[in-house]
Nanobody, 122 residues
């Protein structure tokens, strides 16, 4: 079992930045690829970014490429999502995810965090 706890969400003006953190406990953190998904009001949950177990490979949704950066610190059992140049359309609940594969799909993610709200004001 892996427990995931997100933090760092909040309210920010358009163009601003936030850094989300996801602390993991339980089974070996480095055995899992880690990712972030988000769900905006009235929309389906969507993939945002993922990083492989070593941190050497990263993947992003087209909508966040060049603005968001995912990283992980296996010594701290934590994954981060640095979000820059935020837009109102980035407003959503952001969920941390752990999966055996980096090409994770929301239907097959092994573990989820509880989510953290990000609101970007225009």
């Amino acid at each position: 079992q892996v427990q995931l706890v997100e933090s760092g969400g909040g309210l920010v003006q358009a163009g601003g930045s936030l850094r989300l953190s996801c602390a993991a406990s339980g089974r070996t953190f480095s055995a899992y690829a880690m990712g972030w998904f988000r769900q905006a009001p009235g929309k389906e949950q969507e993939f945002v970014a993922a990083v492989n177990r070593s941190g050497g490979s990263r993947y992003y949704a087209d909508s966040v490429k060049g603005r968001f950066t995912i990283s992980r610190d296996n010594a701290k059992n934590t994954v981060y999502l640095q979000m820059n140049s935020l837009k109102p359309e980035d407003t959503a609940v952001y969920y941390c995810a752990a999966d055996r594969v980096v090409t994770m799909k929301r239907a097959t993610v092994d573990y989820w965090g509880q989510g953290t709200q990000v609101t970007v004001a225009s």
